[in-house]
């Protein structure tokens, strides 16, 4: 099950990808904002899109939880043995893994929000929704994933690159 979590998908972010990357700001072409006060968020977005940095993730616990409620600890996060590593870079719009074999693994970024500290990046991969919380202030990160009435939540922690 969780390995259909990370590994299924990789064929669809690949054919996904370049069709986000199409339309990077989420407008139509041409389209204007109706109101001014959507011009400035545009505006603000724009500079938020600009300023984001890739973040070097490291997940270091992970619990996976099914659907009458009941917990454990796994020792994996996937496939990949903990602590496991990923690359999230919403400029580019890509959640970057290495699978078990050691080939890439990637998922498109379907929605991000960010602020001042914080930054949510959500994705489908296959069958599977996850979402990424990354707080840059402190460093923390926690990772979602859900699938066949099972969720996989990782803890951990996300640095930007430049940060290395």
Request: hydrophobic share 40%.
């Amino acid at each position: 099950m969780i390995r259909l979590m990370l590994a299924a998908g990789l064929l669809s972010a690949a054919c996904l990808t370049p069709a986000l990357a199409q339309n990077p700001g989420g407008k139509a072409g041409g389209a204007q904002p109706a109101h001014p006060h959507h011009a400035a968020m545009d505006a603000q977005s724009k500079e938020n899109l600009e300023a984001l940095k890739p973040l070097d993730c490291t997940v270091q616990r992970v619990v996976i939880c099914d659907h009458k409620g009941e917990c454990s600890k796994s020792e994996t996060f996937g496939e990949m043995p903990l602590p496991a590593k990923m690359l999230a870079d919403p400029l580019r719009r890509i959640l970057a893994g290495v699978s078990k074999d050691g080939l890439p693994h990637l998922s498109a970024i379907h929605l991000y929000g960010q602020n001042e500290n914080d930054l949510t990046a959500q994705g489908m991969d296959g069958e599977v929704s996850w979402m990424l919380v990354a707080d840059r202030k402190d460093d923390t990160m926690t990772f979602s994933a859900s699938s066949d009435n099972k969720i996989m939540t990782g803890f951990g922690i996300c640095k930007d690159i430049d940060e290395q």
